[in-house]
Structures are given as structure tokens and as C-alpha cells.
């Protein structure tokens, strides 16, 4: 089992920023993949960002250029710096974690992040 812990959300004004951190602990391996995801009420939750643990660096159309994702290989721990946030951006943000190789994703509980216009 994987456990993931999140933190960094909250409320900013259009064009602010903010950081989101999730840490991992228990059966991490040394190649995995972590990421984010975000979700809206009553829609599918999305892929925003994903990292390996090579450093290679996947992104949503939608946060290119104001989004960075990295990683502390470590501490087992990843970051999303979010530039230029939009009011469309507000969602509840999960870190996710796979291991290379596997068919099994795990979850954070979920970090709210609201933006204001």
C-alpha cells in the first residue's frame, strides 16, 4: 500500500499562484510515476500532470506554460506550481501514484483549490 498526503490548496484571486505538495509513504518503489489530477462536482476527474521518477514531465493542454510538476525522488515527494490560475482551474486536486509497471493507482484525499475572478 501507498499512502499519499497532500497539502498546499486554497483560495487565491485570478492570475495568483499557488502550491500544491504530496508526499508519499509505505510501499513507494524507486520507479513510479506521481501526478495530479483535478475534479469538479459531477464530472470525471482530469489529468493535469504527471511526473517519472527519470524526471520526464507529461501536461493537460489546458495548463501548459503555468503549471510546472516536480519531484523530490528522496523525500517521495511532488510538487505543482501553479502559475496564472483561472477560475476554471478551482477543483478539488489528487495526487496520484503507480509504479512503474503497475496496473494499480493510489489516491491523496484531495486538496480544494479555489480560484476567484
Known amino acids: 500500500q501507498v499512502q499519499l498526503v497532500e497539502s498546499g490548496g486554497g483560495l487565491v484571486q485570478a492570475g495568483g499562484s499557488l502550491r500544491l505538495s504530496c508526499a508519499a509513504s509505505g510501499s513507494t518503489s524507486s520507479r513510479n510515476y506521481m501526478g495530479w489530477y483535478r475534479q469538479t462536482p459531477g464530472k470525471q476527474r482530469d489529468f493535469v500532470a504527471r511526473?517519472?521518477?527519470?524526471?520526464?514531465?507529461y501536461y493537460a493542454d489546458s495548463v501548459k506554460g503555468r503549471f510546472t510538476i516536480s519531484r523530490d525522488n528522496a523525500k517521495n515527494t511532488v510538487n505543482l506550481e501553479m502559475n496564472f490560475l483561472k477560475p476554471e482551474d478551482t477543483a478539488v486536486y489528487y495526487c496520484?501514484?503507480?509504479?512503474?509497471?503497475?496496473?494499480?493507482?493510489?489516491w491523496g484525499q484531495g486538496t480544494q483549490v479555489t480560484v476567484s475572478s
Open positions: 496520484q501514484y503507480t509504479h512503474a509497471g503497475g496496473s494499480r493507482d493510489y
Open positions: 511526473i517519472s521518477s527519470g524526471g520526464s514531465t
